[in-house]
C-alpha cells in the first residue's frame, strides 16, 4: 500500500508540476506576444477621461491594448517619448507626447503612434496635432492688398487657412520653427480681424487696416499733428505709404542732442491717450502702435514718445538698432512698432526713460485720458551719432494689448 500511496503522490506532484509549466509557458507566450493599441485615453480625471480624437506635445495621455509591458520605446510621428517604466502595466502606458518638430516629420510617419518591444511592433495612425496657433504681431497692419504679410507668434504650422476681412490669404509659407508665416493679403481686404487656423486649432489677430479704433493721428482723416517735422504724402520717399504721413530726418547729431527743431520731432495736439472710463485698467492693458519705414541705416540716437510736460517724467524709447548688438538698422518698407505703456517710464542714470515704469493710466495721463503727445529724436549720451536719420511715421494710436 505505502508503494502504491508513494507512486500515486509521485504521480501527483509530476502533473502539477507539468500543470504549471504549461500555465507558465502560456503566460510566457502571452508576454512575448507585439504590443497591441486599442485606444488612447486622456490622464486627466471625469469627465476628461475618455477616449481622445487628437493628442499634442506636452499632453500625458494613456495607451491602452494589451502586451504594453514590454515596450521599450514610443514614437510619436516619427519622435521618440520619455516615459515612466513604474507607470506601464500590460494593458496601460502611460507617456508624454513629446516635443514635435512638424515640419521635419519623417516621410510616412505622420500621424502616427509607433510602440517597440523585442517581441515585435505596432503603428497606431491617429491624429497628432500642434498646440493651437499663437499669433502675437505682424509685420504691417496696413499691408496693402496684393503684398506679403508676415505673421510672428508660435505654432504657426500645418495652418489651413488664413482669412481676412473680405477675402482668404494665399502664398502661405511658414518656417519650419512655426515662429512665423508669410501670406499674401487678398485684393478684396478690408478692415477687421485676421482669423488664422492650423491643425492644432484657430485664433484670431486684431486687427487688419483698421482706421478707427484708438486712432491718435493718422495724418488723413484723423490729423492731430500741429508742428514740428513735415506732412507729406510723398509715394516716392517711402513706397507703401498710404496717404499722408510724417517725416523725422536730420544729419549726424552731437552727443546730449536734445534739440527738437529741425524736422526732428512730430508734435500732436491734445488726444485721448486712454478712454477716461478705462483709467482704472492695469498700464499693461494698453500698448501705442504706429507705423514706421527707416530709410536711411540708423545706427544711433532714440525716438523718444513722451507727453507735453517740460519735465520729461514718463516716456518711451524706440531705438531698434539696439535690438541685438549695436548695428545700423533700415528696413525695405513700412512696419508696425508696438510698444507696451509700460514702457513709459522714469529717468535715471542709464538715460531717459530707463527707470520705473508709471503706476497708473492716470499718472501716464491725467484725470481725462488726454494729453498731447510728442515724437523726438533725440541722443541722450556721450557718444556722437555719425549715422543719418531718416523715417516716415503714420497711424500713431493706443489699442487694448492683443
Not at 508742428?227 to 499722408?244: C, E, H, K, M, V
Not at 510698444?339 to 508709471?358: D, H
Request: proline content about 7%; aromatic content about 12%; some cysteine.
Amino acid at each position: 500500500m505505502k508503494k502504491i500511496f508513494k507512486y500515486q503522490s509521485g504521480l501527483f506532484i509530476m502533473l502539477c508540476v507539468f500543470m504549471i509549466a504549461i500555465q507558465s509557458s502560456c503566460k510566457k507566450q502571452d508576454n512575448e506576444k507585439p504590443p497591441v493599441i486599442e485606444r488612447i485615453r486622456a490622464i486627466a480625471p471625469a469627465p476628461n477621461d475618455s477616449t481622445l480624437t487628437k493628442v499634442g506635445s506636452g499632453q500625458n495621455v494613456v495607451i491602452q491594448g494589451a502586451n504594453l509591458k514590454s515596450v521599450s520605446a514610443v514614437y510619436f510621428s516619427g519622435f521618440p517619448a520619455t516615459f515612466n517604466a513604474a507607470l506601464v502595466g500590460d494593458n496601460n502606458f502611460v507617456v508624454t507626447v513629446p516635443s514635435i518638430l512638424f515640419s521635419n516629420i519623417p516621410q510616412g510617419q505622420e500621424n502616427t503612434i509607433r510602440l517597440v518591444s523585442k517581441y515585435g511592433e505596432t503603428t497606431f495612425k491617429f491624429p497628432v496635432s500642434p498646440p493651437p496657433p499663437i499669433v502675437t504681431s505682424v509685420s504691417n497692419e496696413y499691408t496693402l492688398p496684393g503684398q506679403t504679410m508676415t505673421i510672428y507668434g508660435q505654432y504657426l504650422y500645418l495652418i489651413t487657412n488664413i482669412t481676412f476681412p473680405g477675402g482668404e490669404g494665399t502664398n502661405i509659407v511658414s518656417r519650419p520653427d512655426g515662429t512665423s508665416c508669410t501670406v499674401t493679403v487678398p485684393t478684396t481686404a478690408t478692415s477687421g480681424d485676421i482669423i488664422l487656423k492650423t491643425q492644432g486649432g484657430t485664433t484670431k489677430y486684431s486687427t487688419y487696416n483698421d482706421h478707427v479704433t484708438g486712432m491718435l493721428c493718422n495724418f488723413d482723416n484723423v490729423n492731430t499733428y500741429v508742428f514740428g517735422s513735415s506732412r507729406t504724402n510723398d509715394q516716392a520717399l517711402y513706397p507703401g505709404a498710404q496717404g499722408f504721413y510724417g517725416r523725422m530726418f536730420t544729419g549726424p547729431i552731437s552727443a546730449f542732442s536734445y534739440n527738437q527743431s529741425d524736422n526732428r520731432s512730430i508734435n500732436l495736439s491734445a488726444v485721448q491717450w486712454v478712454p477716461q472710463a478705462n483709467l482704472q485698467d492695469p498700464v499693461s492693458s494698453y500698448v501705442l502702435k504706429f507705423e514706421i519705414f527707416v530709410k536711411e541705416p540708423w545706427g544711433g540716437g532714440t525716438i523718444m514718445i513722451r507727453r507735453d510736460e517740460s519735465s520729461w517724467l514718463y516716456l518711451a524709447r524706440y531705438e531698434p538698432w539696439k535690438a541685438t548688438v549695436p548695428i545700423p538698422f533700415s528696413s525695405s518698407q513700412w512696419y508696425t512698432v508696438t510698444i507696451p505703456l509700460t514702457q513709459f517710464k522714469t529717468k535715471t542714470n542709464n538715460g531717459e526713460g530707463t527707470g520705473n515704469s508709471v503706476p497708473t493710466l492716470a499718472d501716464l495721463t491725467n484725470s481725462t485720458g488726454r494729453r498731447p503727445m510728442v515724437f523726438m529724436y533725440i541722443n541722450d549720451t556721450a557718444t556722437p551719432v555719425a549715422t543719418r536719420f531718416d523715417v516716415g511715421i503714420d497711424n500713431i494710436r493706443i489699442v487694448k494689448a492683443n
